[in-house]
Each structure stands twice: as structure tokens, then as C-alpha cells.
């Protein structure tokens, strides 16, 4: 079945660190493929997405590359700020027979420290 | 324009109550979720539909959980003699249709079960 694998936490950082939290998945056919961030107290936002493989997400200086070859969706931001803390979670989407769940990681905790 | 809202925020129930979870999509979105997070842990599916018609249930770990949206808006989870394993938090989240695949999730109702 579709399953997700990422980097256990925590991870804690200082402010304008290089941040990498490693993602891999399991999955039939070409699924999408997700970041959602959590921040305290808040709901699921998604951060960014990428449909098929070498596709690039961006937002808010986060990347991530859809790399079908690793299966891979690995986040990186070049420079963390303490607005940053939060968990981060990777998600793909699979589609077909009439549904359209994601299926999440476990998550990642990230704390910046000034 | 409004997010998904659920209510309420937070339930307490005694083991063997029933509860009643509220979720009130995105005005227009066709598709509609409900997800289970376990502490520490990443959403898990529980169900899915579309308009009123309930496409996915095999994320439902039991028969005492049951999900009904009968006019196709404003969803209903239901946990009949609820148990101390049922204690998580239930996200719901709603997308615009077929084929359109961003999920926009509420901020969850977390459910204590004593």
C-alpha cells in the first residue's frame, strides 16, 4: 500500500540555519506529493505541492523536488527564522477507484532558537 | 472567505457516551474528509465524500463510527459508546471536486475519551 517516511524529530535549530527534513514514499502510479505545516494551536495549511516528478514546490523560501527515481520529496529552506517553528508533515495523495485520501508521515517538529 | 470550521474545539466524554462532530466546509467545495490524528502522529483517512454521496469509508476503524452529509454541505461524524482509544483529534478538510486536489483543513476537534 501508499505509505510516507519521514526524518523523526525534533529538530532544533538556530536562526538562519540550512534546513533539511527528509521525506521518501511508497506509492502505485504517479501520486501528488505535499508538505503541510502545523503551527501551534493552528490547523493543517498546505505549504507546497509538486503533481509529477522533477516538478519544483516553492513558498515562502521552503522548496521541494519531486525526485521519482529516489522517491523522494525532501523540504529545504536556506534560512530558518524562529516563525518557522512548527510541525511539518509529508503527504501524498492517491487517486483512482473514487477516492482522493492523503496518506502523512508522521511528522517532523522543528524549533528555531534565536 | 471562511476556512473549514469544526465544532466543538474541544469534547470531553465519559467511555460509553456518544459525541457528534461538526464540520462546516469551504462554501462551494464538493468533497469533504474526515482524518484522525493520534498524538505525535500524522493525519490518518477516515472517510470521503462527494456532494452527499459517501465515496470512501474504509479508513472507519469501527461500526460505531459513522459520517453522514446529507445536503452535501455541513458534515457529521458520529462516535457511538465511545472508547479510550478513540481519544485523538478529527480533522476535517474539504476540496473543490474531481480532480482538484488541494485539501483545506479545519483547525480539528480534539476528543477526550475518560
Known amino acids: 500500500g501508499n505509505s510516507v517516511t519521514q526524518m523523526e524529530g525534533p529538530v532544533t535549530l538556530s536562526e538562519e540555519a540550512f534546513l533539511t527534513i527528509n521525506c521518501t514514499y511508497t506509492a502505485t502510479g504517479y501520486p501528488s506529493l505535499f508538505w503541510y505545516v502545523q503551527y501551534p494551536g493552528e490547523g493543517l495549511q498546505l505549504l507546497l505541492k509538486?503533481?509529477?516528478?522533477?516538478d519544483k514546490g516553492s513558498n515562502k523560501g521552503f522548496e521541494a523536488t519531486y525526485r521519482k527515481e529516489t522517491t523522494s520529496f525532501h523540504l529545504e529552506k536556506g534560512s530558518v527564522q524562529v516563525s518557522d517553528s512548527a510541525v511539518y508533515f509529508c503527504a501524498l495523495l492517491r487517486t483512482g477507484a473514487g477516492s482522493y485520501q492523503l496518506t502523512f508521515g508522521k511528522g517532523t517538529k522543528l524549533s528555531v532558537i534565536p | 472567505g471562511a476556512g473549514v470550521s469544526q465544532s466543538p474545539r474541544y469534547k470531553v466524554a465519559k467511555r460509553g457516551q456518544d459525541v457528534a462532530l461538526r464540520c462546516d466546509p469551504i462554501?462551494?467545495?464538493?468533497?469533504l474528509f474526515w482524518y484522525q490524528q493520534a498524538l505525535g502522529q500524522g493525519p490518518e483517512f477516515l472517510t470521503y465524500?462527494?456532494?452527499?454521496?459517501?465515496?470512501?469509508k474504509s479508513g472507519l476503524p469501527s461500526d460505531r463510527f459513522f459520517a453522514e452529509r446529507p445536503e452535501g454541505s455541513v458534515s457529521t461524524l458520529k462516535i457511538q459508546r465511545t472508547q479510550q482509544e478513540d481519544s485523538a483529534v478529527y480533522l476535517c478538510?474539504?476540496?473543490?471536486?474531481?480532480?482538484?486536489?488541494?485539501?483545506?483543513f479545519g483547525a480539528g476537534t480534539r476528543l477526550s475519551v475518560l
Open positions: 462554501s462551494g467545495h464538493v468533497s
Open positions: 478538510a474539504s476540496s473543490e471536486g474531481y480532480g482538484k486536489n488541494i485539501q483545506y
Open positions: 509538486a503533481t509529477k516528478a522533477d
Open positions: 465524500f462527494q456532494n452527499e454521496a459517501q465515496l470512501d
